[in-house]
Nanobody, 115 residues
Framework: QVQLVESGGGLVQAGGSLRLSCAAS????????MGWYRQAPGKQRELVASITSGGSTNYADSVKGRFTISRDNAKNTVHLQMKSLKAEDTDVYYC?????????WGQGTQVTVSS
């Protein structure tokens, strides 16, 4: 059993910053990729950013240059630093971890950007 717990969401004005964190716990042997996804009501969940165990990163075009993903393999944590936030970044953000091909999800954290 693997649990992912997110923190750091909230309300921020456009142009502001937020930092999301996710901690994995439980039966963790080897986490491959970790990432952040977001989902608006009635829409599909979409990738925001991902990072492999080796540190290779991938970003959605809409967040490149504004968001930075990082992880601490020793602590099984992943972070998303979000800057220059826009109203369209408002969503529920979900942490994701891939362990041996099985994907686990956090419960989600709300990010609201007021314009």
């Amino acid at each position: 059993q693997v649990q992912l717990v997110e923190s750091g969401g909230g309300l921020v004005q456009a142009g502001g910053s937020l930092r999301l964190s996710c901690a994995a716990s439980g039966s963790i042997f080897n986490i491959n990729a970790m990432g952040w996804y977001r989902q608006a009501p009635g829409k599909q969940r979409e990738l925001v950013a991902s990072i492999t165990s080796g540190g290779s990163t991938n970003y959605a075009d809409s967040v490149k240059g504004r968001f930075t993903i990082s992880r601490d393999n020793a602590k099984n944590t992943v972070h998303l630093q979000m800057k220059s936030l826009k109203a369209e970044d408002t969503d529920v953000y979900y942490c994701n971890a891939d362990l041996g091909g099985i994907r686990y999800w956090g419960q989600g954290t709300q990010v609201t950007v007021s314009s």
